[in-house]
């Protein structure tokens, strides 16, 4: 059976914690390393990745092609302007034709029904890249990040600031996964979509919704925001008008607990979500979570293909 991994759920809990166990070994065994050395085992030696872009990237393009060459294998690129997709190719024939020719596909797209239909044609692998729905590849990168950091997951105290978006639906699905709680901090209208509040509850997290950044940020272990536009949004000044209380500046950090953590997936808009002295602080683990998603990458792969 084919492995897909559009959602943290596809995988389940044990399954992401070996991820993240298999990420923190194999970045450890690369310390000094060139970033194009592969790994001592090469465990994808000979496979072959091929990653769609329906929207721009700079961390997922880059650690999705580091990641493979770290594991012996390469990648390729398709986007709409390049393929025939952006001439009405159907994603099922494209699913089609790209299992006869790639060993896995990653997509970075809108539409999270369009994944869905590429992982029901494909007789490969499908990886979800970011969707509007959902973004679990980087929800890996940060639980490892917070690991390496010494949060344990279980009874953790999240603080979300801003929007509620893609992000933060994978936030609030690994909460479910791993007994994490969450306090979302958004203006009103922006809430996170119902279904992902309610499956993390399921799961056994304590989710609370405000429209106090202050009450959200207190005794937090980590503070995550993003930024208040995400990509073919419309409406931009009337967002950031009603965000402006949620941006993270160091009175909200304050609040948090004193070895708190902050968290941004980038790119940032310093000065509009988080304020310069924060991203550049000592609590700030923005680069090491950036850097993750290479590490993150690698173990998402590897279950994927039944090595993990």
């Known amino acids: 059976m084919v492995r897909h991994f559009l959602d943290l759920s596809d995988a389940g809990t044990d399954a992401v914690a070996a991820m993240i166990g298999d990420a923190i070994d194999r970045k450890a065994a690369r310390t000094s390393w060139p970033k194009g050395r592969p790994d001592a085992d090469k465990p994808l030696d000979g496979h072959v990745l091929a990653m769609i872009f329906e929207k721009s990237s700079t961390r997922t393009r880059v650690s999705f092609d580091i990641a493979m060459r770290q594991l012996g294998g390469s990648a390729f690129i398709l986007d709409s302007a390049s393929s025939q997709l952006g001439r009405g190719e159907t994603v099922a024939d494209t699913a089609r034709v790209l299992s006869r020719m790639a060993d896995a596909i990653m997509i970075r797209t809108d539409d999270h029904a369009k994944i869905e239909e590429l992982a029901r044609y494909a007789s490969v692998p499908v990886i979800n890249g970011l969707t509007d729905a959902s973004h679990p590849c980087q929800i890996v990168a940060d ?3 917070m690991i390496e950091h010494r949060k344990a997951l279980p009874g953790l105290e999240i603080a979300w600031l801003g929007d509620g978006n893609n992000v933060l639906n994978s936030v609030l699905e690994a909460a479910g996964l791993f007994q994490f709680n969450v306090r979302v901090a958004t203006p009103p209208g922006y809430e996170p979509a119902r279904q992902w509040v309610e499956h993390a509850r399921k799961g056994g997290a304590q989710i609370e919704l405000t429209n106090s950044a202050e009450q959200a940020a207190q005794g937090a272990d980590v503070i995550i925001t993003d930024t208040w536009v995400s990509m073919g949004q419309d409406g931009e000044q009337e967002r950031k008008r009603v965000m402006q209380p949620y941006r993270v500046d160091d009175a909200l950090m304050a609040q948090a607990k004193p070895d708190a953590l902050f968290l941004h997936c980038l790119p940032a808009h310093v ?28 173990s998402v792969l590897l279950w994927c293909f039944d090595k993990l």
């Not at 924060?278 to 990458?297: K, L, T």
């Open 143 to 145: 639980l490892l990040t």
């Open 271 to 298: 000065g509009d979500e988080v304020t310069e002295s924060v991203f550049e602080g000592p609590q700030s683990v923005v680069f090491d979570e950036a850097e993750n998603r290479i590490h993150a990458q690698k």
